[in-house]
C-alpha cells in the first residue's frame, strides 16, 4: 500500500456520471406520466451509480490529501453549487403553485425549514426529494476523513471492509422484509437521516472504493476479493428492496403496471454495464484521453452534473408545466425541460459556483492572519 499510483484525471467517470444524472432526471419527469412512464422506469438507478462513483472519487482525492485540505475540498466541492441551487428551486416554489409540481410527480416542500435544511445539506426534510442522498455523501465523507486522519490510504481497505460488513447483512434484512413482508421498524429508514448510518448504501461507496484499490495496488488480498463479491450481492439485494418500494408510485403504462421483476433485472443490468464503464475508466485513465477540445467539454458535463442533479425536479416540473399550457406533447415538453436544465445548471457550474467558490477563499484568507494575529497576542 505505500506505493500508491492514482490515476490521472478520469474522463470516464464524468461521462457516467452526466448519463445517470440524465437518467434519473428523465425518470422523476417522466413515473407519473401514463404517456411517459415506459421512457426511463429504471432510472432511479443512477442514484446508486452515484454512490460507487463517490467511492471512486473521494478515496482517489483523498489519497494524497491532509485532512484539512480534503475537509476544504469538499466543502468547496459540495456547498456552493447546493447554495445556488436551492435559491433557484425556493424561488420557483414561491413563484407556481405547488398543483405545478404535484401533477408531474415531483415532491416538494416550500417552507424555510426545508430551506435551511437544504442549504446545510443535512435534516429531515429539504425542498425537493434529491436531496436525499447528499447527508448520505456527508456520512461518508466523514468516514474518509477519519480515515486520512488516522493513517491515510492505508486505512481506505479497513473503510471498505467495514462498510461491506456492516451493510450487506442490513441489505439481506432489508430483502428479507419486502419477501416475507415483515416490519423493520426503526431499521426501516427510508429517505430519512437515518441513511446517514451508511447501512444501507455502505456496499455501493465500498465497491468504488474497492475499484479504486484494485487500480492502485494492481490486486486485492484473497478476503477482499470475496468482500467485494458480498458488495456486489448486497447491492443487488438493495436493487430489489428499492424496486419494490416504488414499483406501485408508477403511473400505468400503454401495456400497463411495471412488473417488479422487469424493474429489477433492468436496474441491475444497467449498474452491471455502469459499473463496468467505471471500473474500465479508472484502470485506462491514462490511455483514455479524449483530445483536448473534448475533453474541456467532457469535464464541463462532469461539473454540471451536481447542479443539474439538483434543480431537475423542480425546474423540470415548471417547464413541463409550461410546455404543456403551450401546447407541446409530452416528449417535446420533457426534451424542453431537460435542455432548459441544462442550461441552468451549464451558468451555476460555468460562472456562479467559482465565483462563489472565490469569495469564500477570500474571506477564508482574510480570517488567516487575523488567527495568526489573535495567537501572537
Known amino acids: 500500500m505505500n506505493d500508491v499510483r492514482t490515476s490521472s484525471y478520469v474522463y470516464g467517470l464524468d461521462l ?35 454512490f460507487v462513483i463517490s467511492g471512486v472519487v473521494i478515496a482517489n482525492s483523498a489519497a494524497q490529501a491532509k485532512p484539512l485540505h480534503f475537509l476544504k475540498s469538499r466543502f468547496l466541492r459540495l456547498y456552493p453549487a447546493a447554495w445556488l441551487a436551492a435559491l433557484v428551486n425556493f424561488g420557483l416554489l414561491l413563484a407556481l403553485p405547488l398543483g405545478v409540481f404535484g401533477a408531474a410527480g415531483v415532491w416538494v416542500d416550500p417552507t424555510p425549514r426545508a430551506l435551511w435544511f437544504s442549504l446545510v445539506l443535512a435534516g429531515t426534510t429539504f425542498l425537493t426529494s434529491a436531496y436525499w442522498t447528499l447527508p448520505i455523501e456527508l456520512a461518508f465523507y466523514g ?7 488516522g493513517g491515510g490510504v492505508r486505512r481506505f481497505a479497513l473503510v471498505a471492509r467495514l462498510l461491506v460488513l456492516a451493510s450487506a447483512p442490513y441489505c439481506v434484512l432489508l430483502f428479507c422484509s419486502r419477501i416475507v413482508g415483515f416490519e423493520l421498524g426503526w431499521f426501516e429508514f427510508g429517505y430519512g437521516p437515518k441513511n446517514m448510518f451508511l447501512l444501507r448504501h455502505g456496499v455501493y461507496f465500498a465497491i468504488g472504493m474497492y475499484f479504486w484499490l484494485l487500480n492502485s495496488q494492481g490486486r486485492l488480498a484473497g478476503a477482499d476479493r470475496a468482500l467485494l463479491a458480498l458488495a456486489f450481492t448486497g447491492a443487488g439485494l438493495e436493487m430489489f428492496a428499492r424496486a419494490s418500494q416504488i414499483v406501485g408510485s408508477y403511473a400505468p403504462g400503454p401495456q400497463g403496471p411495471l412488473g417488479l421483476g422487469f ?3 433492468g436496474a441491475m443490468a444497467i449498474f452491471a454495464v455502469l459499473a463496468g464503464v467505471i471500473f474500465l475508466s479508472l484502470r485506462h ?9 473534448v475533453a474541456r467539454w467532457v469535464r ?24 404543456g ?53
Open 263 to 265: 424493474l429489477v433485472s
Open 325 to 377: 399550457v403551450q401546447g407541446l406533447g409530452p416528449g417535446a415538453s420533457l426534451l424542453a425541460a431537460m435542455v432548459l436544465i441544462g442550461l441552468v445548471a451549464f451558468l451555476i457550474a460555468r460562472y456562479g459556483e467559482p465565483a462563489l467558490r472565490r469569495a469564500i477563499d477570500r474571506a477564508l484568507a482574510r480570517k488567516r492572519p487575523d488567527a495568526a494575529g489573535a495567537k501572537q497576542a
Open 285 to 293: 485513465a491514462r490511455a483514455w484521453v479524449p483530445p483536448a477540445g
Open 16 to 50: 457516467v456520471r452526466f448519463l445517470c444524472t440524465l437518467m434519473v432526471c428523465v425518470f422523476h419527469l417522466s413515473w407519473h406520466n401514463a404517456a411517459m412512464v415506459t421512457s426511463m422506469p429504471f432510472g432511479w438507478i443512477g442514484v446508486q451509480v452515484f
Open 143 to 149: 468516514l474518509i476523513l477519519l480515515a486520512v486522519i
Open 300 to 323: 464541463i458535463l462532469g461539473l454540471v452534473t451536481y447542479p443539474y442533479y439538483l434543480i431537475h425536479e423542480i425546474l423540470g416540473a415548471a417547464v413541463l408545466h409550461a410546455a
